[in-house]
């Protein structure tokens, strides 16, 4: 198995620029996320879903969309790139059933905005 | 109000000698509780959790963590830290989903 997977690992934006972080997983999770890190902040919750065609927000939605058409990926969507945006992004799964289970993470996409 | 804190954002231990990272908790039912490290320009790996049951926890690559309910915490310990330990580590807690706690980073003195 490859886990969860994330590409690009970098990208550089201009402000007001659009693009899409990928997020696939082949572990047949339900549960994805997405949450972005920034330094001394620990992770904070941007979006997650509880199954295809779920989404729901999470702590610090403003600012992206995301969708979830199949179980194994998980796109996150910036539409106007801000300054305030440049972070490192992680996308995570999981399978919690009938109670929590641990988190799998993806290994990133460092994002800066110019 | 902040459900995960790590007091300590930085702790240098020399190669060797005990390791203790501190995570206290503010959530009034039981908690499902986590510890993760993150190696330099690596995504998060799991290295224990609590859900319930026996407080004394063993994870992967020799930690281990006590829930304490009293004190509010669920420490991180390893006995002997080894230079390729040095990592920022973080605790977290299920509240609806999961919260985490802002990190500690450890650096390893030879």
């Known amino acids: 198995n490859a886990g969860v997977t994330q590409t690009p690992k970098f990208r550089i934006l201009k402000i007001g620029q659009s693009m899409t972080l990928q997020c696939a997983q082949d572990?047949?999770?339900?549960?994805m996320y997405w949450y972005r890190q920034d330094p001394g902040m620990g992770l904070k919750l941007i979006y997650y879903s509880v199954g295809a065609g779920i989404t729901d927000k999470g702590e610090v939605p403003n600012g992206y969309n995301v969708s979830r058409s199949t179980t194994e990926d998980f796109p996150l969507r910036l539409e106007l790139a801000a300054p305030s945006q440049t972070s490192v992004y992680f996308c995570a799964s999981s399978s919690p059933r009938g109670g929590p289970s641990e988190q799998y993470f993806g290994p990133g996409t460092r994002l800066t905005v110019t | 109000a902040q459900s995960v804190t790590q007091p300590d954002i930085h702790i240098t231990v020399s190669e060797g000698a005990s390791l203790e990272l501190r995570c206290n908790y503010s959530?009034?039912?039981?908690?499902?509780l986590f510890w993760y490290v993150q190696s330099p320009g690596q995504g998060l790996q799991l290295l224990l959790k609590?859900?319930?049951?026996?407080?004394l926890v063993q994870g992967i690559k020799g930690f281990e963590a006590e829930f304490k309910r009293s004190q509010s915490s669920f420490n991180l310990r390893k006995p002997s830290v080894h230079w390729s330990d040095a990592a920022e580590y973080f605790c977290?807690?299920?509240?609806?989903?999961?919260?985490f706690g802002k990190g500690t980073k450890l650096s390893v003195k030879p």
């Open positions: 977290a807690v299920v509240k609806g989903n999961l919260i």
């Open positions: 609590y859900f319930s049951g026996d407080t």
């Open positions: 959530y009034g039912a039981t908690p499902y």
């Open positions: 572990m047949n999770h339900n549960y």
